[in-house]
Protein backbone atom coordinates (compact mmCIF):
# COMPACT_ATOMS: atom_id res chain seq x y z
CA UNK A 1 0.00 0.00 0.00
CA UNK A 2 1.48 3.67 -0.72
CA UNK A 3 2.00 5.91 2.07
CA UNK A 4 0.55 9.07 2.13
CA UNK A 5 2.27 12.70 1.79
CA UNK A 6 0.53 15.30 3.35
CA UNK A 7 1.02 18.81 1.57
CA UNK A 8 0.77 22.11 3.47
CA UNK A 9 0.69 25.23 1.25
CA UNK A 10 1.14 28.75 3.09
CA UNK A 11 0.25 31.34 0.74
CA UNK A 12 -2.57 31.39 -2.07
CA UNK A 13 -1.93 34.06 -4.79
CA UNK A 14 -0.14 33.75 -8.26
CA UNK A 15 2.66 31.36 -6.79
CA UNK A 16 0.14 29.65 -4.77
CA UNK A 17 -1.70 28.78 -7.23
CA UNK A 18 0.92 27.93 -9.61
CA UNK A 19 2.21 25.24 -7.27
CA UNK A 20 -0.81 24.26 -6.38
CA UNK A 21 -1.68 22.92 -10.06
CA UNK A 22 1.76 21.66 -10.49
CA UNK A 23 0.97 19.69 -7.25
CA UNK A 24 -2.61 18.94 -9.03
CA UNK A 25 -1.24 17.35 -12.38
CA UNK A 26 2.21 15.40 -10.49
CA UNK A 27 0.44 12.35 -9.95
CA UNK A 28 -1.25 12.63 -13.02
CA UNK A 29 1.53 12.74 -15.49
CA UNK A 30 4.59 11.06 -12.88
CA UNK A 31 4.62 7.94 -11.01
CA UNK A 32 5.30 8.13 -7.24
CA UNK A 33 5.57 5.56 -4.75
CA UNK A 34 3.28 7.68 -2.50
CA UNK A 35 -0.37 9.30 -2.89
CA UNK A 36 0.11 13.20 -2.64
CA UNK A 37 -2.44 14.71 -0.79
CA UNK A 38 -3.48 18.20 -0.71
CA UNK A 39 -4.35 18.64 2.80
CA UNK A 40 -4.29 22.52 4.16
CA UNK A 41 -4.27 25.92 2.86
CA UNK A 42 -3.15 28.32 5.06
CA UNK A 43 -3.51 32.28 4.57
CA UNK A 44 -4.53 35.03 6.46
CA UNK A 45 -7.51 36.18 4.92
CA UNK A 46 -10.81 33.49 5.90
CA UNK A 47 -13.01 34.50 3.60
CA UNK A 48 -9.99 34.63 0.74
CA UNK A 49 -8.53 31.40 1.66
CA UNK A 50 -11.62 29.50 1.75
CA UNK A 51 -12.59 30.32 -2.02
CA UNK A 52 -8.95 29.89 -2.89
CA UNK A 53 -8.94 26.22 -1.28
CA UNK A 54 -12.39 25.07 -2.70
CA UNK A 55 -10.80 26.76 -6.57
CA UNK A 56 -7.73 24.88 -6.38
CA UNK A 57 -8.83 21.64 -4.64
CA UNK A 58 -7.28 21.66 -0.79
CA UNK A 59 -9.49 19.62 1.97
CA UNK A 60 -8.87 22.42 4.55
CA UNK A 61 -7.89 25.73 5.65
CA UNK A 62 -5.74 27.00 8.22
CA UNK A 63 -5.11 30.93 8.63
CA UNK A 64 -2.50 30.49 11.60
CA UNK A 65 0.61 28.75 10.39
CA UNK A 66 2.01 28.54 14.25
CA UNK A 67 -1.64 26.51 14.88
CA UNK A 68 -0.59 24.43 11.68
CA UNK A 69 2.13 23.36 12.84
CA UNK A 70 1.18 21.86 15.65
CA UNK A 71 -1.36 19.10 13.12
CA UNK A 72 0.38 15.89 13.22
CA UNK A 73 -1.19 15.09 9.36
CA UNK A 74 0.98 17.16 7.60
CA UNK A 75 4.44 16.04 5.99
CA UNK A 76 5.22 18.52 3.67
CA UNK A 77 4.83 22.38 4.11
CA UNK A 78 5.20 24.52 0.74
CA UNK A 79 5.89 28.27 1.27
CA UNK A 80 4.99 30.59 -1.20
CA UNK A 81 4.12 34.00 1.12
CA UNK A 82 6.60 37.10 0.61
CA UNK A 83 9.88 37.04 1.50
CA UNK A 84 10.15 38.57 4.52
CA UNK A 85 9.04 35.62 6.27
CA UNK A 86 10.61 32.49 4.75
CA UNK A 87 13.23 32.71 7.71
CA UNK A 88 10.72 32.26 10.43
CA UNK A 89 8.22 30.16 8.70
CA UNK A 90 10.57 27.49 7.67
CA UNK A 91 12.97 27.44 10.59
CA UNK A 92 9.89 26.58 12.62
CA UNK A 93 8.38 24.18 9.98
CA UNK A 94 11.28 22.16 10.22
CA UNK A 95 11.68 22.29 14.27
CA UNK A 96 8.05 20.52 13.73
CA UNK A 97 9.78 18.06 11.74
CA UNK A 98 8.15 18.86 8.41
CA UNK A 99 10.12 18.78 5.15
CA UNK A 100 9.97 22.38 3.40
CA UNK A 101 9.75 23.51 0.05
CA UNK A 102 10.34 27.12 -0.58
CA UNK A 103 9.82 30.08 -2.73
CA UNK A 104 12.74 31.83 -3.83
CA UNK A 105 14.63 34.43 -2.72
CA UNK A 106 15.16 31.91 0.37
CA UNK A 107 15.64 34.84 2.95
CA UNK A 108 16.02 38.75 2.92
CA UNK A 109 19.81 37.90 3.33
CA UNK A 110 22.49 35.82 3.37
CA UNK A 111 23.01 35.47 7.24
CA UNK A 112 19.25 34.47 7.61
CA UNK A 113 19.83 32.38 4.75
CA UNK A 114 22.76 30.87 6.56
CA UNK A 115 20.18 30.30 9.75
CA UNK A 116 17.63 27.86 7.27
CA UNK A 117 20.74 26.31 6.08
CA UNK A 118 21.89 25.32 10.00
CA UNK A 119 18.03 24.55 10.72
CA UNK A 120 17.46 22.21 7.85
CA UNK A 121 20.89 20.32 8.57
CA UNK A 122 20.00 19.98 12.03
CA UNK A 123 16.80 18.29 12.19
CA UNK A 124 17.54 16.76 8.83
CA UNK A 125 14.30 16.91 6.64
CA UNK A 126 13.94 17.10 3.24
CA UNK A 127 14.27 21.10 1.36
CA UNK A 128 14.17 22.83 -1.15
CA UNK A 129 14.12 26.24 -3.00
CA UNK A 130 11.91 26.81 -5.97
CA UNK A 131 14.12 27.41 -8.47
CA UNK A 132 11.58 26.45 -11.16
CA UNK A 133 13.95 27.12 -14.08
CA UNK A 134 16.21 24.60 -13.30
CA UNK A 135 13.67 22.61 -14.25
CA UNK A 136 12.78 23.76 -18.09
CA UNK A 137 13.90 20.36 -20.14
CA UNK A 138 15.76 22.95 -22.74
CA UNK A 139 18.18 23.83 -19.69
CA UNK A 140 18.51 20.62 -18.28
CA UNK A 141 19.81 19.31 -22.19
CA UNK A 142 22.12 22.64 -21.77
CA UNK A 143 23.63 21.15 -18.71
CA UNK A 144 23.90 18.10 -19.81
CA UNK A 145 25.63 19.22 -23.25
CA UNK A 146 28.29 21.28 -21.06
CA UNK A 147 28.52 18.07 -18.41
CA UNK A 148 29.42 15.95 -21.36
CA UNK A 149 31.63 18.68 -22.85
CA UNK A 150 29.92 19.37 -26.02
CA UNK A 151 31.19 23.20 -26.00
CA UNK A 152 34.36 22.27 -24.53
CA UNK A 153 35.59 25.51 -22.09
CA UNK A 154 33.11 27.98 -21.16
CA UNK A 155 34.30 31.23 -22.03
CA UNK A 156 31.13 33.82 -21.47
CA UNK A 157 27.58 33.51 -19.83
CA UNK A 158 25.44 36.53 -20.38
CA UNK A 159 21.92 36.74 -19.47
CA UNK A 160 19.20 38.84 -19.14
CA UNK A 161 15.16 38.30 -16.92
CA UNK A 162 13.37 41.42 -18.34
CA UNK A 163 9.37 42.59 -17.87
CA UNK A 164 7.54 45.81 -18.44
CA UNK A 165 4.89 45.29 -16.32
CA UNK A 166 5.82 48.23 -14.04
CA UNK A 167 6.56 51.08 -16.14
CA UNK A 168 3.41 53.21 -15.60
CA UNK A 169 4.15 55.47 -12.90
CA UNK A 170 0.96 55.06 -11.31
CA UNK A 171 1.18 51.18 -11.23
CA UNK A 172 0.74 50.96 -7.31
CA UNK A 173 3.46 50.36 -4.46
CA UNK A 174 3.04 46.46 -4.34
CA UNK A 175 4.65 44.62 -1.89
CA UNK A 176 7.06 43.62 -4.39
CA UNK A 177 8.35 47.29 -4.51
CA UNK A 178 8.98 47.41 -0.76
CA UNK A 179 12.49 46.00 0.39
CA UNK A 180 10.94 45.65 3.93
CA UNK A 181 9.21 42.38 2.64
CA UNK A 182 10.82 41.44 -0.55
CA UNK A 183 14.37 42.15 0.12
CA UNK A 184 15.36 43.71 -3.39
CA UNK A 185 13.88 44.01 -6.47
CA UNK A 186 14.54 43.39 -9.96
CA UNK A 187 17.95 41.81 -8.52
CA UNK A 188 16.31 39.85 -6.02
CA UNK A 189 13.16 38.70 -7.99
CA UNK A 190 14.00 38.67 -11.52
CA UNK A 191 18.05 38.13 -11.08
CA UNK A 192 18.06 35.37 -9.07
CA UNK A 193 16.70 33.12 -11.29
CA UNK A 194 19.29 34.17 -13.61
CA UNK A 195 22.43 33.85 -11.23
CA UNK A 196 20.83 30.36 -10.20
CA UNK A 197 20.68 29.36 -13.74
CA UNK A 198 24.31 30.50 -14.36
CA UNK A 199 25.36 28.82 -11.57
CA UNK A 200 24.01 25.67 -12.51
CA UNK A 201 25.13 25.54 -16.09
CA UNK A 202 28.83 27.11 -15.13
CA UNK A 203 29.39 26.39 -11.40
CA UNK A 204 30.31 29.21 -8.74
CA UNK A 205 30.77 32.81 -8.76
CA UNK A 206 34.03 33.99 -7.84
CA UNK A 207 33.46 37.83 -8.10
CA UNK A 208 30.80 40.67 -9.41
CA UNK A 209 30.39 44.03 -9.70
CA UNK A 210 26.91 45.96 -10.14
CA UNK A 211 24.91 49.09 -10.86
CA UNK A 212 21.68 49.52 -10.40
CA UNK A 213 18.54 52.10 -10.62
CA UNK A 214 15.10 53.13 -9.52
CA UNK A 215 12.97 54.68 -12.03
CA UNK A 216 10.35 55.51 -10.33
CA UNK A 217 10.75 56.72 -6.32
CA UNK A 218 6.95 57.20 -5.83
CA UNK A 219 3.83 55.32 -6.51
CA UNK A 220 0.36 55.39 -5.07
CA UNK A 221 0.13 53.35 -2.09
CA UNK A 222 -1.65 49.56 -2.60
CA UNK A 223 -5.60 49.48 -1.51
CA UNK A 224 -5.96 45.65 -2.50
CA UNK A 225 -3.77 43.00 -3.52
CA UNK A 226 -4.57 41.31 -6.69
CA UNK A 227 -2.34 38.46 -7.77
CA UNK A 228 1.23 40.16 -9.06
CA UNK A 229 -1.02 43.30 -9.35
CA UNK A 230 -2.79 45.48 -6.75
CA UNK A 231 -5.32 48.52 -6.90
CA UNK A 232 -5.22 52.19 -5.71
CA UNK A 233 -7.82 54.83 -6.44
CA UNK A 234 -6.82 58.16 -8.02
CA UNK A 235 -6.54 59.89 -4.89
CA UNK A 236 -4.26 57.26 -2.98
CA UNK A 237 -1.63 58.36 -1.22
CA UNK A 238 2.05 57.95 -2.46
CA UNK A 239 4.64 55.82 -0.85
CA UNK A 240 8.63 55.24 -1.71
CA UNK A 241 9.87 52.48 -3.64
CA UNK A 242 12.54 51.12 -1.78
CA UNK A 243 14.00 48.67 -4.24
CA UNK A 244 16.14 48.62 -7.80
CA UNK A 245 13.86 48.59 -10.90
CA UNK A 246 16.73 47.39 -13.32
CA UNK A 247 20.00 45.98 -11.84
CA UNK A 248 23.21 45.12 -14.21
CA UNK A 249 26.37 43.23 -13.19
CA UNK A 250 29.52 41.34 -14.28
CA UNK A 251 31.49 38.89 -12.70
CA UNK A 252 33.86 36.18 -13.18
CA UNK A 253 33.29 32.25 -12.63
CA UNK A 254 35.84 30.15 -10.63
CA UNK A 255 36.69 28.23 -13.74
CA UNK A 256 37.37 31.65 -15.42
CA UNK A 257 34.51 32.14 -17.22
CA UNK A 258 33.33 35.60 -17.90
CA UNK A 259 29.40 37.05 -16.72
CA UNK A 260 27.03 39.31 -17.42
CA UNK A 261 23.55 39.50 -15.99
CA UNK A 262 20.77 42.13 -16.50
CA UNK A 263 17.47 42.12 -14.35
CA UNK A 264 14.81 45.42 -15.25
CA UNK A 265 11.11 45.54 -14.59
CA UNK A 266 11.65 48.34 -17.34
CA UNK A 267 12.14 46.81 -20.39
CA UNK A 268 9.06 47.65 -22.95
CA UNK A 269 8.05 44.59 -25.27
CA UNK A 270 9.72 42.16 -23.03
CA UNK A 271 6.69 40.08 -20.96
CA UNK A 272 8.89 37.43 -19.42
CA UNK A 273 12.13 37.12 -21.34
CA UNK A 274 14.78 34.94 -18.88
CA UNK A 275 17.57 34.27 -21.65
CA UNK A 276 20.35 32.99 -21.82
CA UNK A 277 23.78 32.55 -24.30
CA UNK A 278 26.97 30.34 -23.12
CA UNK A 279 30.18 30.59 -25.33
CA UNK A 280 32.55 27.79 -25.51
CA UNK A 281 35.27 26.82 -26.82
CA UNK A 282 33.78 24.43 -29.24
CA UNK A 283 30.47 25.74 -29.94
CA UNK A 284 27.43 27.85 -28.01
CA UNK A 285 24.13 27.53 -26.98
CA UNK A 286 21.13 29.81 -26.36
CA UNK A 287 18.24 30.33 -25.03
CA UNK A 288 15.00 32.48 -24.57
CA UNK A 289 12.27 31.26 -22.18
CA UNK A 290 9.60 33.17 -24.63
CA UNK A 291 9.99 30.13 -26.49
CA UNK A 292 11.01 27.50 -23.47
CA UNK A 293 10.75 24.29 -26.12
CA UNK A 294 14.00 25.60 -27.79
CA UNK A 295 17.50 25.54 -27.38
CA UNK A 296 19.89 27.34 -29.79
CA UNK A 297 23.41 25.33 -30.60
CA UNK A 298 26.28 26.27 -33.02
CA UNK A 299 28.68 23.61 -33.28
CA UNK A 300 32.15 24.98 -34.06
CA UNK A 301 33.20 21.61 -35.61
CA UNK A 302 30.27 21.89 -38.55
CA UNK A 303 31.74 22.24 -41.99
CA UNK A 304 32.72 25.38 -43.28
CA UNK A 305 30.01 27.24 -45.23
CA UNK A 306 27.55 24.97 -43.24
CA UNK A 307 28.17 26.70 -40.06
CA UNK A 308 25.33 28.38 -37.60
CA UNK A 309 22.79 28.34 -35.15
CA UNK A 310 20.48 25.29 -35.11
CA UNK A 311 16.96 24.53 -32.76
CA UNK A 312 17.03 21.55 -31.44
CA UNK A 313 13.04 20.87 -30.36
CA UNK A 314 12.98 20.20 -26.63
CA UNK A 315 9.74 17.79 -27.33
CA UNK A 316 11.57 14.30 -27.99
CA UNK A 317 10.90 11.66 -25.58
CA UNK A 318 14.75 11.43 -24.71
CA UNK A 319 14.76 14.84 -23.97
CA UNK A 320 14.55 15.43 -19.95
CA UNK A 321 10.66 15.23 -18.50
CA UNK A 322 9.33 15.12 -21.93
CA UNK A 323 8.56 11.32 -21.71
CA UNK A 324 6.08 12.05 -18.72
CA UNK A 325 3.98 14.24 -21.45
CA UNK A 326 2.78 14.28 -24.58
CA UNK A 327 4.04 12.52 -28.12
CA UNK A 328 7.13 14.91 -29.98
CA UNK A 329 6.30 18.42 -30.92
CA UNK A 330 3.67 19.09 -28.31
CA UNK A 331 4.94 21.59 -26.09
CA UNK A 332 5.20 22.15 -22.80
CA UNK A 333 5.05 25.44 -20.40
CA UNK A 334 5.79 27.47 -17.62
CA UNK A 335 3.50 25.26 -15.44
CA UNK A 336 5.47 22.18 -16.11
CA UNK A 337 7.91 23.55 -14.40
CA UNK A 338 6.56 23.21 -10.95
CA UNK A 339 5.58 19.61 -11.94
CA UNK A 340 9.17 18.73 -12.41
CA UNK A 341 10.81 20.36 -9.56
CA UNK A 342 7.82 18.60 -7.44
CA UNK A 343 8.48 15.11 -9.06
CA UNK A 344 12.31 15.79 -8.13
CA UNK A 345 10.99 17.11 -3.91
CA UNK A 346 8.80 14.26 -3.51
CA UNK A 347 11.17 11.61 -5.40
CA UNK A 348 13.82 12.84 -2.41
CA UNK A 349 11.44 12.01 0.14
CA UNK A 350 9.76 8.68 -0.95
CA UNK A 351 13.22 7.33 -1.58
CA UNK A 352 15.32 9.39 1.27
CA UNK A 353 17.39 10.57 -1.76
CA UNK A 354 19.72 13.41 -2.05
CA UNK A 355 17.79 16.74 -4.03
CA UNK A 356 18.59 19.45 -5.42
CA UNK A 357 18.57 23.04 -5.14
CA UNK A 358 18.56 22.45 -1.57
CA UNK A 359 18.74 25.40 0.79
CA UNK A 360 22.33 25.18 0.51
CA UNK A 361 22.10 26.37 -3.50
CA UNK A 362 19.54 29.28 -2.21
CA UNK A 363 22.00 30.45 0.37
CA UNK A 364 24.09 30.40 -2.14
CA UNK A 365 22.30 32.59 -4.95
CA UNK A 366 21.56 34.91 -1.79
CA UNK A 367 25.02 35.45 -1.20
CA UNK A 368 25.88 36.23 -4.73
CA UNK A 369 23.07 38.84 -4.72
CA UNK A 370 24.67 40.33 -1.35
CA UNK A 371 27.67 40.57 -2.86
CA UNK A 372 26.49 42.86 -5.67
CA UNK A 373 24.31 44.81 -2.94
CA UNK A 374 27.83 45.51 -1.55
CA UNK A 375 29.20 45.88 -4.67
CA UNK A 376 26.81 48.59 -5.60
CA UNK A 377 26.98 50.18 -2.23
CA UNK A 378 30.77 50.62 -2.33
CA UNK A 379 31.37 50.86 -5.80
CA UNK A 380 33.90 48.47 -5.99
CA UNK A 381 34.35 44.91 -7.15
CA UNK A 382 33.74 41.92 -4.50
CA UNK A 383 34.78 38.45 -4.27
CA UNK A 384 32.14 36.32 -2.97
CA UNK A 385 34.25 34.55 -0.23
CA UNK A 386 34.01 37.88 1.77
CA UNK A 387 30.17 37.73 2.07
Excluded at 184 to 201: C, K, M, N
Aim: glycine residues 8%; aromatic residues 10%.
Amino acid sequence: MKRTINVALIGYKFMGKAHSNGLKKLPMFFDLDADIKMKVLCGRDPEWVKQSAAKFGWDDIETNWVEMFKRSDIDVVDITAPSNVHKEIAIAAMESGKNVFCEKPLALNVADAREMVAAAQKSGVKNQIGFNYRFVPAICLAKKMIDDGVLGKIFHFRGVFLQDWIIDPNFPLVWRLDKSVAGSGSLGDLGAHVIDTARFLVGDFKKVVGIEKTFVNKRPIVEKMIGLSGSASANSPMGDVTVDDATLMMGEFECGALCSIEASRFANGHNNDMSFEINGSKGSIRFSFERMNELEFYNNEDPNGLKGFRTISVTEGNHPYINAWWPAGHVIGYEHTFVHEFYEFFSSIINDTPNSPDFVEGMKCSQVIEAIETSIKNGCWININEI
